[in-house]
């Protein structure tokens, strides 16, 4: 935005994969969206009936979320989303014994805002962290959502979470 401010999840120090990251915006969007899980919960949502997902910095956003606060989530998605190369995540995953949600990953890769290579090395990272991954390449395709990869998300979507079918008391 050529140095203009606006509203976004977390602070950057800059548009980079080798920088620090903003631990301490990161840290508390994190607690801000906890509390927003558990009204979630305490409604009758189970956790693995929840999928946590954004778009560029959404998708980095629940990327922390998920795997360094959530691991009991049914899944994780990020569309043009990258994370640092010295990220939080990847320090947590590091002492990692549990199961951790499948990651649905798109890119474009025409992305001139956040490089594919930035998305595809997250996502080679999180696999050798042990996370089952998905990337999903899109020739040609900008910073900006595309019809043929909202279906694809939404297919993975609908085979993470299928219809609960009621039981009867019969």
């Known amino acids: ?3 203009a401010l606006s509203t976004v999840w977390f602070d950057r120090w800059k548009i980079s994969d080798d920088c620090p990251e903003h631990s301490e915006t990161i840290d508390s969007m994190c607690r801000v969206l906890t509390d927003l899980i ?26 922390h979320l ?10 994780v998605f990020a569309l043009s989303s990258f994370l640092n190369k010295t990220s939080a995540v990847y320090q ?15 890119h474009g890769t025409a992305d001139e805002l956040v490089p594919h290579s930035w998305g ?17 390449s899109f020739p040609n395709l900008n910073h900006e959502l595309h019809k043929i990869e909202l279906e694809k998300l939404s297919s993975w979507i609908v085979k993470k979470l299928p219809m609960e079918t009621a039981v009867s008391n019969k």
Not at 120 to 136: A, P
């Open 38 to 63: 558990d009204d979630e919960v305490k409604n009758g949502i189970s956790k693995n009936r929840i999928i946590l997902g954004g778009f560029s910095m959404g998708g980095g956003m629940a990327m």
């Open 66 to 75: 998920a795997y360094r606060c959530h691991r009991d989530v049914a899944g």
């Open 1 to 3: 935005m050529r140095g």
């Open 92 to 106: 947590a995953l590091q002492k990692n014994e549990s199961v951790l949600p499948e990651l649905f990953q798109c």
């Open 120 to 136: 595809e090395e997250t996502n080679n990272m999180l696999k050798s962290l042990g996370v089952t991954t998905s990337f999903h």
